[in-house]
């Protein structure tokens, strides 16, 4: 009874204590029962994750050049741009694994670049990631991944630990699978179980790394449900990074197109499709010419072909 008290508390508490100041709640009565319901304070609240003026090079490559980013609460914003143009980059600059040479990022009111190893640790907590190499450990089971961040990060009991673990296998549809090896799982369901493994501690928010690519069309959709419902159950807030233009758009809130450094245009998936902007419209509808060229420059067929000039 007492570890029945204790579980429910816990489902109550450690999605709020982690979430910390992500959102302020207050306690409302249900108005059929006396069900405890969390309920946002503030309607209009300052983006989650705030960039400014983000500036980032490798070497004499320049990656962002002045970049502004609001990714509100709540909503699945996705960043898209072709390979190469820095969005892994980014969300490596948001979690703080790289330092910006100028520029700020805010993080639920933070200034990640601004703090110390112990509380970037404590915010990071809070931060999922699906990460495109998002391996799991191949000598644990399948429920031994997902318990992994619960056993290193919190002191819960063994049996509080399975519940939650058991929870989050049901979430992404796997629980049946909790016995399996990673080698038994196919790719989507690797990818399936690291999410579950991301959202163990309740994160404020996602972010996914290229959260489609190498999926078949079955996978893909799960991924794509999946990451919507997830979203909207547990009040998150989704970030994405992706080239896949259709399935990005089919469930993004808010689209940013980055490219050379910049950002490009930023709308919903409906305004980019109809952009007047040719290189989003290029990009959006996967067309192979345009201020993107289909050929490389080159000297004119009859100076090639012909030896013309
Ligand atoms: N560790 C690294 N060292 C040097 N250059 C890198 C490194 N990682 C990425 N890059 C370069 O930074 C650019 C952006 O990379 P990335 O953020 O991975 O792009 P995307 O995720 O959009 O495909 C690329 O030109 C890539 O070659
Ligand atoms: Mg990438």
């Not at 309607?43 to 960039?51: D, G, H």
């Not at 992404?172 to 990818?191: Q, Y």
């Not at 970030?239 to 940013?256: G, K, M, N, Q, R």
Request: proline share 6%; net charge positive; aromatic share 6%.
């Amino acid at each position: 009874m007492r570890g029945k008290l204790c579980f429910r508390r816990a489902c109550v508490l450690v999605p709020t204590l982690l979430r910390g100041n992500a959102e302020k709640y207050h306690y409302s009565k249900h108005q059929h029962g006396n069900r405890l319901e969390l309920t946002p304070m503030a309607k209009k609240q300052p983006p989650l994750i705030k960039i400014r003026n983000l500036s980032f090079s490798r070497g004499e490559k320049v990656i962002f050049d002045g970049v502004d980013v609001d990714i509100p609460h709540g909503k699945i914003t996705a960043i898209m741009g072709p390979s190469g143009s820095g969005k892994t980059t980014l969300l490596k600059l948001i979690s703080g694994q790289l330092t910006p040479e100028s520029g700020t990022v805010e993080v639920d009111g933070q200034h990640i670049h601004e703090l110390g190893t112990r509380q970037l640790y404590r915010l990071r907590m809070r931060m999922g990631m699906l990460f495109q190499s998002g391996a799991l450990l191949t000598d644990l089971s399948v429920f031994d991944n997902v318990a992994y961040p619960l056993v290193e990060h919190t002191h819960l009991p063994q049996t509080m630990i399975r519940k939650l673990v058991l929870m989050k296998l049901e979430a992404v549809g796997l629980r049946g699978a909790h016995d399996l090896m990673p080698s038994e799982l196919s790719g989507g369901m690797a990818r399936r179980v690291a999410l579950a493994r991301a959202i163990a501690l309740d994160p404020m928010m996602i972010l996914y790394d290229e959260p489609f690519s190498g999926q078949d069309p079955i996978s893909m959709g799960v991924l794509v449900s999946l990451i919507r419902r997830l979203n909207d159950a547990a009040r998150m807030t989704s970030v994405i990074v992706s080239h896949d233009v259709h399935e990005t758009a089919s469930i993004a809130d808010l689209i940013y197109v980055i490219s050379e450094g910049r950002v490009i245009e930023c709308g919903t998936p409906q305004a980019l499709l109809n952009s007047k902007k040719p290189w989003t419209r290029q990009f959006m509808l996967a067309q192979a010419d345009g201020p993107v060229p289909f050929h490389h420059p080159a000297p004119s067929l009859e100076a090639d072909f012909l030896g013309e000039s």
